[in-house]
């Protein structure tokens, strides 16, 4: 059975907190990642920084919606989720526009339970941490690989 350790990237290309948004959207496109690790000065992940997130740069401002009911403005949307908004599609860090606690696996993780946490949630990669410690990426691509012959099979 394969496991994380089996399939993940090793050699993890990384962005600070302070790195900007440009050169992060140009080190993904570069390499054609779907997302990378953030992490900090000690070199603990912090967070990921996804496409998904930078395409949210070009979205329109949202401008909060309100019903009114026997005079009293109710918001349809709160003010945290409006204000995380406007901060991702300001953002000119990395910082301000990744994703806090991403989703991670150790590298005992099954294929199955990476494949079952990458479709439920909708996630394109997943660092893998060993004792708290980043110690490999998975992409979807990697998983698809596993779906591939191997070629060192022998006749």
Known sequence: MLKAKDIMTEAVITV?????????????LENHFNGLPVVDEHNRL??????DDLITQQKEIP??????LL?????????????KELQ????ISVKEAMTHNPKTVGPETSLEDIATLMVKNNIHTLPVLDQGKLVG????EDVLQTL??????KD
């Open 16 to 28: 600070h907190p302070e790195t900007g948004i440009v050169e992060a959207a140009k080190l993904i």
């Open 46 to 51: 912090v967070g990921i920084i996804t496409q």
């Open 63 to 68: 401008l909060p919606s309100f019903f009114i």
């Open 71 to 83: 005079d009293a403005a109710i918001p349809l949307k709160s003010d945290k989720k409006i204000e």
């Open 88 to 91: 991702k599609i300001t953002a």
């Open 137 to 140: 990426v998975i992409g979807k």
């Open 148 to 153: 591939m012959p191997r070629s060192d099979k």
